[in-house]
């Protein structure tokens, strides 16, 4: 993409051919956005997510960005929080952090935002919970 032109890049760590973790790189305007992750238990300690992260950063840089932005910290830095141990990965990347106003939903439209924001998590959760529960009876738990 030149070079002002958003673009969204999939990376996938595969490990003999098999996905193990990914991540969605957004460039736009000079910026890198780190924003969307995602990891399995499968070979993690081979690190997978820190490869990905890197590779990210490589791309960002032959993109002609001068910012990779990590995106995310806890709101106290206390490692109880759920996201402790994201910000430590993201610190231990040479990462600091930056407060700024934050992401923000536009809905201009209520009943498409409702259905995007409350009906379809609850749906989900409802499938997740399903699932998990036919994956025990099929494993016999």
């Known amino acids: 993409m030149g070079q002002g032109q958003p673009s969204i890049i ?37 690190m997978p997510t820190y490869l990905l992260q890197w590779e990210a950063m490589k791309h960002a840089r032959a993109a002609g960005c001068t910012l990779y932005d990590l995106w995310g910290a806890p709101e106290k830095f206390d490692e ?25 939903d536009y809905a201009p439209n209520r009943f498409w935002y409702r259905l995007y924001s409350e009906i379809i998590p609850r749906v989900l959760d409802v499938m997740r919970f399903r699932g998990r529960s036919q994956t025990r009876q099929s494993l016999g738990n």
């Open 80 to 104: 109880t929080d759920s996201l402790w141990g994201v910000y430590r990965v993201k610190e231990c990347l040479g990462g600091t952090v930056q407060r700024t106003l934050g992401a923000w």
């Open 10 to 46: 999939p990376l996938i760590a595969e490990v003999n051919n098999e996905p193990v973790a990914g991540l969605f790189l957004f460039e736009f305007a000079g910026r890198a956005y780190y924003v969307y992750g995602m990891s399995r238990d499968l070979h993690r300690e081979k």
